[in-house]
């Protein structure tokens, strides 16, 4: 079992930064991949953000150039820099992690809204 705690959303201008983090615990030596997901009202989760030793990092489209993810070596640890954030980027972020087992967690979400 993996425990995810987020923190770091809230409210900001466009134009604006934000970071969020995500805390793992448990069976951290499971871990394969991590990553962010995110879900706006009315719309499908989807894929932010992954990083993974053998798979290295992936970020949708849309935010290429804007967030970056990075975690610890111990993969207790994992963050999203998003930067240079627009009114499309509001919805849920979910930290996420794939075990070797292809055993999925997610943590609670946190909101992200940007907005004047």
């Known amino acids: 079992q993996v425990q995810l705690v987020e923190s770091g959303g809230g409210l900001v201008q466009p134009g604006g930064s934000l970071r969020l983090s995500c805390a793992a615990s448990?069976?951290?030596?499971?871990?394969?991949?991590m990553g962010w997901y995110r879900q706006a009202p009315g719309k499908e989760r989807e894929e932010v953000a992954g990083?993974?030793?053998?798979?290295?990092?992936y970020y949708v489209d849309s935010v290429k150039g804007r967030f970056t993810i990075s975690r610890t070596s111990a993969k207790n640890m994992v963050w999203l820099q998003m930067n240079n954030l627009r009114p499309e980027d509001t919805a849920v972020y979910y930290c996420?992690?794939?075990?070797?087992?292809?055993?999925?967690?997610w943590g609670q979400g946190t909101q992200v809204t940007v907005s004047s």
């Open positions: 448990g069976s951290i030596f499971s871990i394969d991949t």
């Open positions: 996420n992690v794939l075990t070797y087992r292809l055993d999925e967690y």
């Open positions: 990083i993974g030793d053998r798979t290295g990092t």
